[in-house]
């Protein structure tokens, strides 16, 4: 079994309503750069892993099929969609370690993509709502930011108004957003906008906020994988020290909902096989698919004990300056979150930070970073411990 494998080429499309491409034309756009990224060619490649949500975005099913589409000399390569809610692209880049650790292949290529902006707003709802368990929460008005909202309720209501974290978690993200040329919303709003409601800013659901909830985007982003660095990359490889996955149970009614209980257990187990602490991070891509979500995986990362995730961002502990930086390149709250492709677009933010080549995002003296990507309200919890090999 193969351990230890590296991310050695990555390509990034921008985020946003890219009403001119649709999915083959996504596919295209980060596919051959990623593969010429690393040093290689098509025929370099035993295996294509594509992350791609879809559950209605678009007509075009059966998007494993896309890679010969996209890139003809891909057309015998065994390919394969996974599909794990909003930790689809996890779930790919899983299936390809799967496969490299097997020794089956060597050298893949795995490229998360989402259109989503092809349908009315109602619609969009109605199919992140699918993430959830429909039979209790398939009709939560608010769709998806309905369900957070719940959350951020009962935790408001168990440990007092959290408004302000949430604005300085929002505020945060997008001021780090302004210095990611892929971003979908590359403005920094600050905490007094966000804070504040207004007609911009109006409440979605419970006490989120417009400026709490992650973006509605289109995007792909691709990673090869190999089972050594490769000479002719033009990056530097990055390596894994550790990954982990850890589900939870689906409906929210079983469990406490303030608590990222499966999430906290990734973390656990991701750092002790990394032989890692906290302490031990230049920085964190993490799941702020809503600002709420942030606050919780502050406390299930172990930044604070239960209820008190707060004081981490009133602390300016993970702000770019501070001492473990979250979301460096403006998170989903800024960047966006096309569903297929975010956990892949984390691991290239994380692979460009580690590799020195973050331009103006870059966090000082990098050499090891986590990603943490999440389905659902943390039921597939998906953490990855990188570092730098160079």
């Not at 899983?94 to 109602?122: F, H, Q, S, T, Y």
């Not at 590359?186 to 989120?208: H, I, M, Q, Y």
């Not at 998170?331 to 297929?340: A, E, V």
């Amino acid at each position: 079994m193969t351990a230890n494998p590296y991310i050695v080429g990555w390509a990034h499309s921008p985020f946003g309503k890219l009403d001119a491409l649709d999915t083959e034309a996504l596919f295209a756009q980060v596919a051959l750069p990623a593969i010429e990224s690393a040093g290689l060619t098509p025929e370099d490649i035993d295996g294509v892993f594509v992350g791609h949500y879809n559950a209605g975005f678009v007509r075009q099913d059966f998007s494993g099929a896309l890679a010969a589409v996209a890139i003809p000399a891909l057309r015998h390569v065994p390919a394969a969609r996974l599909e794990n809610a909003c930790a689809t692209g996890s779930a790919a880049i899983w299936a390809a370690l799967d496969a490299i650790g097997a020794g089956r292949m060597k050298r893949v290529l795995v490229v998360g993509l989402e259109k989503m902006n092809g349908v009315p707003g109602a619609q969009i709802g109605e199919i992140l709502l699918k993430c959830s368990y429909v039979k209790e929460e398939g009709d939560t008005p608010g769709g998806f930011a309905g369900v957070f909202g719940k959350i951020a309720s009962e935790y408001f209501a168990r440990f007092g108004d959290q408004s302000d974290a949430l604005a300085q978690i929002a505020a945060k993200n997008h001021a780090n957003g302004v210095r990611n040329p892929w971003a979908h919303l590359r403005r920094d709003f600050g905490f007094d906008f966000c804070r504040t409601p207004s007609e911009k800013n109006p409440f979605v659901a419970g006490p989120l906020k417009r400026s709490d909830c992650s973006l509605v985007s289109d995007g792909a982003a691709a990673l090869v994988i190999a089972t050594e660095p490769l000479p002719g990359a033009a990056a530097p490889a990055v390596r894994w020290r550790s990954r982990t996955q850890v589900n939870d149970v689906l409906p929210l009614s079983r469990r406490d909902p303030t608590r990222f209980e499966g999430a906290a257990l990734a973390w656990q187990r991701g750092l002790a096989a990394a032989g890692s602490t906290l302490a031990d991070l230049h920085f964190v891509e993490t799941h702020d698919c809503f600002t709420v979500a942030e606050l919780l995986e502050y406390e299930a990362m172990g930044l604070a004990p239960h209820g008190q995730g707060a004081r981490v961002i009133a602390e300016g502990v993970t702000r770019a300056d501070g001492r473990l930086p979250v979301n460096p390149s403006g998170g989903l709250k800024s960047r966006g979150h096309p569903i297929g492709a975010t956990g892949v677009s984390q691991h290239v933010m994380a692979a460009m930070q580690l590799s020195g080549s973050a331009g103006e995002m870059q966090v000082a003296g990098a050499g090891r970073g986590a990603v943490f990507n999440m389905g659902g309200a943390a039921v597939a919890n998906y953490l990855s411990i990188l570092e730098s090999v160079a």
